[in-house]
């Protein structure tokens, strides 16, 4: 559901994928065709690769005709939200995903893997950057009539912080296997205008501080993870860099793993909760 940028790395990755096929596309401007979509029952799941606004009701939705669901990140804009989507889950016996992904990246499977061993020693400090800078240049045309959700603080949540700081608050989770217990923000979202720039101070519950920026109008970013150890550091700068879309099959791949019950690096229903409740937390800390 959801035939725009997303939609269409999707779409890709389930056409290379020899693990499914795909039954049927929908478009939100099409309307009916979701429910119609729902009724399908030659389809076993769907992806939703929606505006961020409509995760909610379409998780829901499709929860309660029974079908699995990959849902692209975020999974909500509230807790509100993420709670309801969790009660219909788990009410009816589906499972649901969130498309976090970076974490298939081989960099970043294997840093796990380094610190899950205390190969760098104990965490001493963590720091995130990623940046893309495009609005720095004044001369860009604007964006297209299906992608002007994403100026929309309504619709989006968010700019940077919806487009890559969510990805690296999953990612602080993923590769540390901790949770945040103390978050202090900074963003020059407006009521009006949705975020350019977004920067904070998350710390985990051993007491490891970690620095996460993420920016559309920093140009020339040195994008990087470095974890900082009693043992020395490592550095991920090519995480960010490469081509997403053998990423998103490798995640079609594992979604389907897990509805056979196999275990997967995948966001789990739960993983996109507590990225939704972190987000929260960063928003009051901005306001505060």
């Known amino acids: 559901m959801g035939m725009g940028l997303q939609g269409g790395r999707l779409v890709r990755a389930i056409q290379a994928s020899r693990r499914g096929t795909l039954a049927e596309t929908a478009s939100e401007r099409e309307h009916g065709s979701f429910a119609r979509t729902l009724k399908n029952k030659n389809v076993d799941a769907v992806a939703i690769a929606t505006p961020n606004d409509q995760h909610a009701k379409q998780v829901i939705a ?13 999974l909500a804009l509230s807790m509100r939200e993420a709670r309801a989507m969790a009660l219909a889950v788990k009410k009816n016996n589906v499972r649901c995903f969130v498309n976090y992904h970076l974490r298939m990246h081989p960099e970043v499977l294997a840093a796990r893997e380094t610190l899950h061993k205390k190969k760098l020693g104990e965490l001493t400090y ?3 950057h990623w940046s893309i800078g495009g609005l720095a240049d004044k001369k860009l045309p ?3 009539r299906h992608m ?5 603080p309504a619709h989006a949540g968010g700019g940077a912080l919806m487009a890559r700081g969510v990805h690296l608050f999953d990612l602080l989770r993923f590769l540390t296997g901790e949770e945040v217990v103390e978050v202090r923000g900074w963003s020059d979202a407006t009521k009006t205008q949705v975020d350019r720039t977004m920067s904070g101070i998350f710390v985990l519950a051993s007491g490891t501080p970690a620095s996460i920026t993420t920016s559309k109008i920093i140009p020339g970013a040195d994008n990087h993870i470095t974890l900082y150890g009693s043992k020395g550091k490592l550095v991920l700068h090519d995480v960010f860099s490469d081509d997403p879309q053998p990423l998103y099959t490798k995640v079609f791949d594992t979604f389907t793993d ?8 995948l966001a789990t229903l739960d993983d996109g909760v507590a990225t939704v409740a972190l987000t929260e937390a960063f928003m009051r800390s901005v306001l505060a």
């Open 142 to 144: 604007p964006l297209p």
């Open 62 to 74: 499709a929860a309660r005709a029974g079908k699995h669901i990959l849902c692209e990140k975020p």
């Open 258 to 265: 897990a509805l056979s019950n196999k275990k997967t690096p």
């Open 126 to 128: 963590i720091d995130m």
């Open 148 to 152: 002007r959700w994403r100026e929309s």
